[in-house]
């Protein structure tokens, strides 16, 4: 059992290491740090279940269209990545949560892309919020 998880894990950080990641300046987000799976991509929209202030844990959720864009199979700071890439995912490393997909390049062919959320988004008393920084 101990190995398989050792696979899955190798796997994710050499799925990490392959792709085009955009990462943001550290210190911006840090959502993971109080809140836990299951985490959710689906349809622009990310969502998590994090701790308030008061200590209860409520399902969150932020619409990630407004925030995400894609530049020529990238995804960087913009809007609408949705409207050109397909097979959202997410993988998961020790300090970070990478939104994938597959984004269309300029030439229509796709490419697969990342964004590390976990550096843009915080925990605001159980609202995730998005930081421009």
Same mark, same amino acid.
């Given at each position: 059992? #101990?190995?398989?998880?050792?696979?899955?894990?190798? #796997?994710?950080?050499?799925?990490?290491?392959?792709? !085009?990641?955009?990462? #943001?300046?550290?210190?911006?987000?840090?959502?993971?740090?109080?809140?836990?799976?299951?985490?959710?991509?689906?349809?622009?929209?990310?969502?998590?279940?994090?701790?308030?202030?008061?200590?209860?844990?409520?399902?969150?959720?932020? !619409?990630? #269209?407004?925030?995400?864009? !894609?530049?020529?199979?990238?995804?960087?700071?913009?809007?609408?990545?949705?409207?050109?890439?397909?097979?959202?995912?997410?993988?998961?490393?020790?300090?970070?949560?990478?939104?994938?997909?597959?984004?269309?390049?300029?030439?229509?062919?796709?490419?697969?892309?990342?964004?590390?959320?976990?550096?843009?988004?915080?925990? !605001?008393?159980?609202?995730?919020?998005?930081?421009?920084?």
């Amino acid at each position: 059992m #101990a190995s398989a998880k050792f696979l899955i894990f190798a #796997a994710a950080s050499l799925c990490i290491a392959t792709m !085009n990641i955009n990462v #943001a300046d550290a210190g911006c987000g840090d959502f993971v740090s109080s809140c836990r799976a299951p985490f959710e991509h689906s349809q622009g929209f990310f969502k998590a279940t994090c701790i308030t202030d008061s200590g209860r844990w409520v399902v969150a959720s932020i !619409n990630l #269209a407004p925030h995400i864009g !894609n530049v020529n199979g990238n995804m960087v700071g913009g809007s609408d990545y949705e409207e050109s890439c397909e097979s959202l995912g997410i993988i998961r490393s020790s300090s970070d949560l990478i939104v994938t997909a597959r984004c269309k390049k300029f030439d229509g062919t796709l490419r697969d892309t990342g964004f590390d959320v976990n550096r843009r988004i915080s925990n !605001n008393n159980g609202r995730l919020v998005f930081n421009n920084c």
